[in-house]
């Protein structure tokens, strides 16, 4: 957490992207310190919801995680599957923010999702000094209309599940054509 560009935050100053990566360096800070991993998990959200998050999207699962795709897309020229973060929001994150009993959470899969945010940290301030951000509102904006968005969203369609359809619908991807042979089918 200490290496750049996270050492690059001022104390005080701070642009409206500086001051979401410090909220979200404070929520991997306390993440660290925890013994408890279902509670590092939340706090590890709670960080990518500070850099990502849309607090006016109903269901945020599916915008998060495509976000941290895109984010990644763009800068790294590749990206994590996005069912991670969509599933373990969906069903660790909610579950347990919103009353339910979360499942344990194996060491394995908060070590997975801590390097996740990371490189969602030092991405996101990446593209903000490269597009020359100062409001995160503006970066959101960016990732969420960007030229590459319906490839991506495409290959959601293709690779992601049926758990995406809502999130396909509303964003007019039509769905496959059923004669389409699979990815395993080797097309």
Same mark, same amino acid.
């Given at each position: $957490?200490?290496? *750049?560009? /996270?050492?690059?935050?001022?104390?005080?100053?701070? !642009?409206?992207?500086?001051?979401? %990566?410090?909220?979200?360096?404070?929520?991997?800070? &306390?993440?660290?310190?925890?013994?408890? !991993?279902?509670?590092?998990?939340?706090? &590890?959200?709670? =960080?990518?919801? %500070?850099?990502?998050?849309?607090?006016?999207?109903?269901?945020? /699962?599916?915008?998060?995680?495509?976000?941290?795709?895109?984010?990644?897309?763009?800068?790294?020229?590749?990206?994590?599957? *996005?069912? /991670?973060?969509?599933?373990?929001?969906?069903?660790?994150?909610?579950? /347990?923010?919103?009353?339910?009993?979360?499942?344990?959470?194996?060491?394995?899969?908060?070590?997975?999702?801590?390097? =996740?945010?990371?490189? %969602?940290?030092?991405?996101?301030?990446? $593209? %903000? &000094?490269?597009?020359?951000?100062?409001? &995160?509102?503006?970066?959101?904006?960016?990732?969420?209309?960007?030229?590459?968005?319906?490839?991506?969203?495409?290959?959601?369609?293709?690779?992601?599940?049926?758990?995406?359809?809502?999130?396909?619908?509303?964003?007019?991807?039509?769905?496959?054509?059923?004669?389409?042979?699979? *990815?395993?089918?080797?097309?």
């Amino acid at each position: $957490l200490l290496s *750049p560009p /996270a050492m690059s935050v001022p104390i005080s100053e701070r !642009s409206d992207v500086e001051e979401k %990566a410090a909220l979200a360096m404070g929520w991997m800070e &306390r993440a660290c310190l925890t013994g408890d !991993s279902l509670i590092a998990m939340l706090y &590890r959200f709670f =960080a990518l919801e %500070a850099l990502l998050g849309d607090k006016s999207e109903g269901l945020k /699962a599916h915008g998060l995680a495509f976000r941290e795709m895109m984010l990644s897309h763009v800068i790294e020229g590749g990206f994590r599957h *996005p069912n /991670a973060t969509f599933f373990y929001y969906d069903q660790i994150r909610s579950v /347990a923010v919103h009353g339910g009993q979360a499942p344990d959470v194996p060491r394995k899969v908060t070590a997975q999702f801590e390097w =996740a945010v990371r490189d %969602a940290l030092g991405n996101y301030f990446a $593209l %903000a &000094r490269q597009q020359g951000f100062s409001k &995160r509102g503006k970066l959101l904006k960016f990732l969420d209309h960007h030229p590459d968005k319906p490839k991506l969203l495409t290959w959601i369609r293709d690779y992601g599940g049926p758990g995406w359809d809502k999130f396909l619908k509303e964003n007019e991807v039509p769905a496959a054509p059923a004669d389409k042979a699979s *990815p395993e089918e080797g097309t």
